[in-house]
């Protein structure tokens, strides 16, 4: 290694002492060569003392930086320290997850405590009630349940589904379809007035058995029976509207019935006219066939005795009778087909007649019908809200149950329990006090600290789990424990387009260091978390 300054320039060269020697040149240099045989028994050339000695030290001092920079270098590689760090630990808030009054708070501060051990009690009178009041009420919507599933059988029961009712409903006369529709209008009223009245039945029924349990106030009971009185008393109103726009809609319906039945009527009557003038032609007719028959017959007869009667006689006969004959000839063809036309339309006044009477048979039943038309929408309408009163029920059912399981869990937290193992820190709440859902209350610490360390950037790239750590604690007179490398957290990028611009350098993410060994159990008086710490990352 070589040195200089202003006045002299120094070589050291590293020599074999056994086979060189010293030699001091021009201007104070010094030389170290190899002794040749001839002069190895040669004394020390002479030379300047105080040069010698300062080149000494000089070499010593550069040889010693430069151990420690080779031991620098190979302690680097092996090892990463930082004493950015300190003891932490795991911190358990104890909250109250309902409101109420402490009764009793069993923890003490710096206590252990296990994991569901009983730390505060809040008074449950409340909560109880609370459970008593809906599990009552489950009872009663069960039993309203029963007796609505009967009431549904019931009502369907009582409703008629003949087809000719269809018939009724779909009557288009105009003055009909005006009463339909007013009835229509009322009666939808009435249907969207249901659920509200429906529900305040219900509750009625429900307020007053529970008030005969003592679990509610008169003056609850009294409000919920003023409630139902006036949703009664509109129903009652709707109720009656409904009924006179029914009355209305059977009267228009009978009306046009009564309308068809005499037109019916009528025609039947004047069929039945014609077909009684045209069976007299018919019979007219009819007997003029017999007579022309009759007279053929006759005829035949003569033919048989005229040969056995005399000439002259027989001649004027025979020639009476062709004048006859000839006579009915002429006529006969005229009077078939009048008969076969008249036959036709007597048929025809028979079909017509028998049309118009099955259409005044289908009147009649119809007007029978519209005399039950009001009982027969009273009854599908009352099925109708048997199955909403039903579902209502079924509803209040549901949500009652779910009401329990709720009243159940906030009975349950009345008790307030440790959330894991630890030792109860910071405790906020004394018996007598009111407190709220969320409020925290103490915090348990677990009896197993770790280390949070900070490492520069370069260096977290060589830290690993599972690496071994040497942990030094001042306060425990610098004594060096054994932990391992837990997790190592991942370093924000630079310039990452979720970091605001004005962020310039990261956070440095801290490294989990477990503990080999449980310092906190026998120090735990002269170290807390927080306690500062350095510690040494081996990196092999």
Request: glycine fraction near 4%; aromatic fraction near 6%.
């Amino acid at each position: 290694m070589e040195y200089s300054d202003s006045s002299d320039k120094v070589r050291q060269i590293e020599a074999d002492q056994s086979s060189s020697e010293i030699v001091l040149a021009e201007q104070g240099d010094i030389f170290v060569q190899s002794k040749e045989p001839s002069q190895l028994l040669k004394p020390l050339i002479s030379f300047k003392s105080g040069n010698f000695w300062l080149f000494g030290w000089l070499g010593a001092i550069a040889i010693a930086i430069l151990i420690a920079g080779v031991s620098r270098w190979f302690y680097v590689r092996s090892y990463e320290e930082t004493n950015k760090a300190y003891i932490t630990s795991d911190i358990f808030a104890v909250n109250a997850r309902v409101s109420g009054q402490v009764a009793n708070v069993t923890a003490k501060e710096n206590q252990n405590v296990r994991k569901g051990t009983v730390l505060v009690k809040l008074n449950p009178k409340e909560y109880e009630a609370k459970l008593q009041y809906l599990q009552a009420s489950l009872a009663i919507y069960q039993q309203q349940s029963e007796a609505a599933a009967k009431r549904v059988s019931e009502a369907k029961d009582r409703v008629i589904t003949d087809k000719n009712i269809k018939q009724v409903f779909n009557i288009t006369d105009l003055s009909v379809v005006k009463a339909r529709n007013a009835e229509n209008v009322i009666r939808n009223q009435l249907r969207r007035f249901e659920p509200n009245f429906i529900k305040a039945e219900l509750e009625r029924d429900r307020i007053v058995k529970l008030y005969g349990k003592g679990l509610i106030s008169r003056k609850t009971l009294e409000s919920t029976k003023l409630k139902y009185d006036v949703l009664g008393k509109e129903r009652k109103k709707l109720e009656e509207k409904v009924k006179q726009a029914g009355i209305k809609l059977v009267r228009s319906q009978l009306d046009f019935l009564n309308n068809r039945e005499g037109i019916a009527r009528e025609v039947v009557f004047k069929i039945q006219t014609q077909l009684n003038s045209l069976e007299g032609e018919i019979e007219v007719s009819k007997r003029e066939i017999e007579n022309y028959q009759a007279a053929k017959i006759r005829l035949v007869k003569q033919d048989i005795n005229s040969q056995t009667s005399s000439s002259q006689t027989s001649n004027s006969q025979n020639t009476k009778a062709n004048s006859q004959e000839k006579e009915q000839e002429i006529n006969l063809p005229k009077v078939e087909s009048v008969l076969t036309s008249k036959l036709a339309e007597q048929k025809k006044l028979i079909a017509q007649k028998e049309l118009q009477e099955k259409r005044m048979t289908q009147v009649l039943a119809q007007k029978e019908l519209v005399t039950l038309f009001a009982e027969i929408k009273t009854n599908q309408y009352n099925y109708d809200v048997s199955k909403l009163y039903y579902k209502l029920i079924q509803n209040a059912l549901l949500t009652t149950q779910k009401q329990i399981k709720a009243a159940q869990y906030q009975l349950y937290y009345t008790k307030i329990t440790a959330p894991n193992n630890g030792q109860v820190n910071i405790k906020r709440v004394q018996a007598g006090q009111k407190v709220k859902s969320g409020q925290t209350l103490m915090s348990v610490v677990p009896q197993k600290p770790w280390i949070a360390a900070n490492f520069e950037p370069e260096q977290l790239k060589k830290i690993k789990p599972g690496q071994q750590v040497k942990i030094r604690i001042p306060q425990l007179s610098n004594q060096t424990f054994i932990g391992k490398v837990q997790s190592v957290s991942s370093m924000p990028k630079l310039g990452s387009k979720s970091e605001p611009k004005s962020v310039k350098t990261p956070v440095k993410p801290p490294v989990k260091i477990s503990l080999e060994k449980n310092i906190w159990a026998n120090s735990q008086l002269q170290i807390s978390p927080g306690t500062p710490v350095s510690v040494r990352v081996e990196l092999q």
